[in-house]
């Protein structure tokens, strides 16, 4: 049987920056098809993993994929924001690296019954576990035209906001991701911007609706306080963000908890006494050479920031 492929993004610099060494542990809270997984496995000779999934899908491939490295791999079908209870319990805890690979996999792009993608014609879901009960279509035909608007402009970064929600109200119900797609297209002005052009008008808004279906950045900022609860004294986290929105909370998170002191400047002294927990492995972001973008054009918008936990 032919398995479906995922390209894991930025796999060297990833190793490179979690160190891999024999007998080290590593929770991959975004397992996908395990391809960042099966290259850590691979370093560490004997080290072990715990990989988190909330798509049932990518949990039951990844566990095919890696069923030749045995007791070394724990997988579990869930978020990654439930790791700092899961991962003790199952004797992951303290470890030496931790990874969150914020994308989401061309395997859910290219399946049309996802409805992930406008590049298909499916069912309007949208979600990464199939057992919660919000799809993007309970959002799409059931949210006031206000509160649609403002979903798509924070979470989609969509100017056209209230353009593309008031179409959405006025062609309800809408059952489809190409029907969404052409109203959206309908409703946005021709952009006179080449590249601007180039990307398709409904690309921010099902960004928005993803977002918004799995709660990704509520559980982004939920789990990134855990990691430090979880990390050995001089092990790593790397988070790999594909957007502003999630580059921007890791960033922010990574900055502070390498400070001593997170007072207001305009404080005269100290009250917060907080403590570094964090040494930054680097100040900007590791992106994608020119190589793995014209081999995987995805990786193209792909963050990698590392940090290291304070001894």
């Known amino acids: 049987m032919n398995e479906p492929t995922h390209q894991p993004v930025l ?20 397992v996908g098809a395990g391809g960042h997984a099966a290259a850590w496995l691979d370093a560490t000779a004997d080290g072990r993993l715990l990989g988190f999934d909330r798509d049932a899908g990518a949990v039951e491939l990844t566990r095919r994929r890696l069923s030749d490295y045995g007791d070394r791999v724990t997988l579990v079908q869930g978020s990654y924001a439930e790791m700092g209870r899961r991962a003790p319990a199952l004797g992951f805890a303290p470890v030496d690296a931790i990874l969150l690979d914020l994308g989401f996999s061309s395997i859910q792009i290219d399946d049309p019954e996802r409805g ?4 298909y014609d499916g069912p309007l879901d949208m979600r990464y576990d199939r057992r919660q009960s919000t799809s993007a279509a309970d959002l799409i035909n059931g949210l006031r035209e206000d509160q649609l608007a403002d979903l798509i402009y924070q979470y989609g970064e969509e100017r056209h906001s209230r353009r593309i929600a008031r179409a959405i109200v006025q062609s309800r119900p809408i059952e489809s991701t190409s029907q969404l797609a052409d109203i959206i297209a309908g409703a946005v002005p021709r952009s006179k911007d080449r590249r601007s052009a180039s990307i398709h008008p409904a690309t921010r808004t ?3 609706l993803r977002i918004a279906v799995n709660d990704e950045l509520g559980e ?3 789990v990134l306080p855990q990691t430090l609860d979880l990390l050995k004294p001089g092990g790593r986290l790397a988070v790999i963000s594909f957007h502003s929105l999630e580059d921007r909370i890791v960033k922010q998170f990574m900055r502070r908890e390498s400070q001593d002191c997170i ?11 907080h403590k570094a927990a964090l040494t930054l492995i680097s100040r900007k972001p590791i992106m994608a050479g020119e190589a793995e973008i014209d081999d995987n054009p995805r990786a193209r918008s792909a963050r990698l920031r590392v940090a290291e936990r304070v001894g």
Not at 12 to 29: C, K
Not at 116 to 119: E, P
Not at 263 to 273: G, L, N, Y
């Open 11 to 30: 796999l060297a610099e990833v190793l490179d920056a979690l160190a891999p060494r024999p007998g080290a542990s590593l929770i991959d809270g975004t």
């Open 116 to 119: 992930f993608s406008f590049r």
């Open 206 to 208: 099902f960004q928005a």
């Open 220 to 222: 982004l900022e939920d």
């Open 263 to 273: 007072c207001p400047p305009e404080r005269p002294f100290c009250t917060c006494d």
